[in-house]
């Protein structure tokens, strides 16, 4: 199931025991947090959409359904199709989108699997498109995700619970190299070996808490003082890995383009430099621009499928990231669709 580059734990670890989500010790119980999501950079979603053709947008990343609404409720000509792996994302969207239920589709799956959009709307007959990527601040604050450093829960990171492979697979089954690679990839973790190597000395490792203790104590003190939680990026590594973002990267958009009318449009908001890498690289290539003729993309096409909106990313203002810490990382590619390519 996982298309990852690192491999993959071949099986899903001890079972949880379903009191606390952890095998063999107790922490404290917790109830899931109301959703909560602020939808980043949603004015400037609103007006990228503002002129697109009447039809449908695809939320491929519909969470809360935040940037849903605002275009719903900013075009009464306009429908949306919303994806999501989680289904809480999809319940909470579905409450939040209730007052345009007659205009809104969900569907429970992972973005490069568009069946769905075809089935609904046919080919080439979206309006729009949009990806915002990576977690929810939902799935991010309830302990019970795993996602956390901060609070206990569950080595386990999976957007879609019912996919096999968790973070404490990867954690108490890949080897040395597998980890500290994977750590340094995904994460930019400079302490990748030192971190692959204490991981290794500690496991079984079963918790968020105790992985995140186990990586600050790996690297070294001066190293600490640095901003942000040093178990930041090795968590951010894992939950990549566990659930495929980068690998399905560039498929799912070149796929959702497809789909898209002339005339339509495109928005992707990522929220790490990996990631931007690869949505910039992407977009550029179906725009017809010089892309680096690397030894590893030896034969690019030139593509004028799409026109880029604007040649550097847009950020956030810092009003919006006084109100919203988590939109300071947010990097916003946009693109008009002009032709079949
Ligand atoms: C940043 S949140 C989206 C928030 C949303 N824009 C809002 O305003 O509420 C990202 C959502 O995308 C989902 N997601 C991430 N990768 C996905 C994938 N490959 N396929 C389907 N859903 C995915 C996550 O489960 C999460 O709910």
Known sequence: ??????KSPTTNGSPLDPATGLSGRRITRFSPPPFAHIPVMAENVKEIFSTVPSGTILDA???GGGHSYQILESRH????????????ALDAAESKLSEFSDRVSLVHSRFDDLSAVTKLIGEQNLSGVLFDLGVSSYQLDNPLRGFSFRNDGPLDMRMNPDSQITAGDYVNQSTEQELASLLHHYGDERYSKRIARSIISMRPIQSTKELANIIRDAIPERSKRSPGHPARRSFQALRIAVNSEIDILESSIRKAIQHLKIGGRGVVLSYHSGEDKVVKRTLRELAGLNVSNSKYHPEIQQEEKILLLARKADRASRNE?????RASSALLRKFEKVSEG
Not at 1 to 6: I, L, P, Q, V
Not at 321 to 325: D, E, G, H, M, V
């Open 1 to 6: 199931m996982n298309e990852s580059r690192y």
């Open 61 to 63: 990343t519909i969470g």
């Open 77 to 88: 000509d306009l429908n949306v199709i919303g994806i999501d792996q989680d289904s809480e």
């Open 321 to 325: 990231i006084l109100r919203n810490p």
